[in-house]
């Protein structure tokens, strides 16, 4: 099942594994990582904040988005998160800040990232596993769930 900013969270009744889709967003190209991942995951409980209307929403549908978003993020049992090269991600950066100890964490983040120093020195402080790519991340991801 995917949920995203428009749906309520779910109560995790049938003890179903989640994934919380962090990172880069990507909408403006073609084969979107997220749509991957869902596709390779979708037996899973995935969490997508991707809200396509993201930089029209209004102050409070705004803060509902990031509530949202934080909620999630706690609820999910792995987080994935991807740095895209040519992306700043601003908020995926502070999401990396929120859960680098958690021991939920995966996360890529590719040398051409303009932060991935900061990003792979903070990984391996806190021994958050880190990859150059996605596929690499994703058998990491399986075993993990």
């Not at 303009?114 to 596993?129: D, G, R």
Request: contains cysteine.
């Amino acid at each position: 099942m995917i949920y995203t900013s428009n749906d309520i969270l779910p109560i995790n009744k049938r003890n179903q594994r989640s994934i919380f889709l962090a990172g880069s967003m990507d909408h403006k190209q073609e084969g979107s990582w997220r749509e991957d991942i869902i596709t390779e995951f979708g037996t899973y409980s995935i969490f997508d904040p991707t809200n396509t209307k993201h930089d029209h929403l209004n102050t409070k549908e705004m803060k509902r988005h990031i509530e949202w978003e934080l909620d999630a993020l706690q609820l999910s049992d792995m987080i994935l998160l991807n740095f895209l090269p040519n992306a700043l991600s601003p908020i995926s950066l502070v999401e990396l800040g929120l859960y680098v100890n958690s021991k939920k964490l995966i996360v890529i983040c590719p040398k051409e990232f303009y932060k991935s120093s900061y990003v792979h020195t903070l990984c391996e402080k806190y021994s958050t596993p880190i990859f150059n790519n996605i596929k690499e991340a994703k058998t990491l991801l399986k075993n993990s769930l």
